[in-house]
């Protein structure tokens, strides 16, 4: 890690966390008339296409390399899901509850991590867990507003991204970051490449909705790069309640150009799952301190 600075840690994290509340807003804009699939796909393709543009001519070769192409692939598939079902549930959900509904997934790699990564969850994040899980409810009980299919997409994206999360966690002691990175791009420009005939349905963008579409990979990369930014001046413990920033962002968002504000119930919710989540990173910061000490 780079010197310690947590002041500009916090600050670039809270910008990242602007960046992908924007990349939200525009993409629920633009679906309203345009389908969701060829949004994934522009969103991937102008990634893909701005890494070859400005990374290829330097590292060439190397942004392709990996022991692991099958783990590779199958990661980057699911963030393409994880896209696709997020901007489905945007398209039809507030901003603001949606995002706090995919901010389970923390939750979920907490529970996961046992099975899959062979850590010892404990009973401090089950507890946890099942209170966040608790906090989901009052955001998507009986008799809210939010659409059914639309908490069912943002359920299944919160699946994909704990999948995706934990796939990560395994690939990067062997892989770089920036090949984990390209191979997204790649794999999603691919997938979605694929499917264009039957995607390429409805009218054609106007200058300023071109421009918003490219503005979707635009929203994403920045906010990557901010992100491994602020690692760098601060450990991920340090900075993990204010990856919540987001759902500041995206209820400010969501009454600004949508008219859009939880209610209280909701609010509550994303109360109790912020505050669940936050508990989940610091037991996972003490069991990190613990490992360290008895080894040392």
Same mark, same amino acid.
């Given at each position: ?5 947590? %002041?500009? =840690?916090? @600050?670039?994290? $809270? !910008? ?5 509340? +924007? #990349?939200? *807003? ?36 190397? %942004?392709? =390399?990996? @022991?692991?192409? $099958? !783990? ?5 598939? +699911? #963030?393409? *899901? ?40 404990? @009973? ?54 920036? @090949? ?117």
């Amino acid at each position: 890690m780079h010197s310690y600075r947590p %002041l500009r =840690a916090v @600050t670039l994290m $809270l !910008a990242a966390m602007c960046c992908f509340a +924007l #990349l939200d *807003a525009t993409s629920k804009h633009l679906s309203q008339t345009f389908n969701v699939p060829l949004l994934v796909w522009a969103r991937y393709t102008v990634h893909f296409m701005l890494m070859v543009i400005f990374l290829g001519p330097r590292h060439r070769a190397r %942004l392709v =390399a990996t @022991t692991r192409p $099958l !783990a590779q692939i199958v990661r980057a598939l +699911l #963030l393409v *899901a994880v896209t696709g079902f997020a901007m489905a549930a945007f398209r039809i959900m507030p901003l603001a509850e949606t995002t706090a509904l995919i901010f389970v997934t923390p939750l979920i790699v907490a529970l996961l991590a046992g099975p899959m990564l062979g850590e010892r969850v404990g @009973t401090p994040r089950w507890i946890a867990a099942l209170v966040g899980f608790g906090g989901m409810m009052l955001i998507a009980r009986p008799g809210s507003a939010l659409a059914p299919a639309g908490v069912a997409y943002t359920l299944i994206a919160a699946v994909c991204y704990a999948f995706y999360q934990i796939q990560t966690r395994k690939m990067t002691a062997t892989e770089k970051p920036l @090949t984990l990175v390209f191979y997204t791009a790649l794999v999603g420009t691919a997938a979605m490449s694929l499917a264009l005939p039957w995607i390429w349905t409805g009218p054609a963008p106007n200058a300023t909705e071109a421009l918003m579409i490219v503005s979707l990979a635009l929203y994403g990369g920045t906010g990557h790069f901010l992100l491994t930014h602020a690692f760098r001046h601060a450990p991920a413990s340090t900075l993990a309640p204010f990856l919540y920033a987001q759902l500041i962002w995206a209820s400010l968002l969501g009454w600004l150009f949508y008219d859009q504000w939880p209610d209280t119930l909701s609010i509550a919710g994303m109360i109790v799952i912020v505050v669940s989540g936050v508990a989940v990173a610091l037991v996972e910061r003490a069991a990190a301190v613990s490992i360290d000490t008895e080894r040392n």
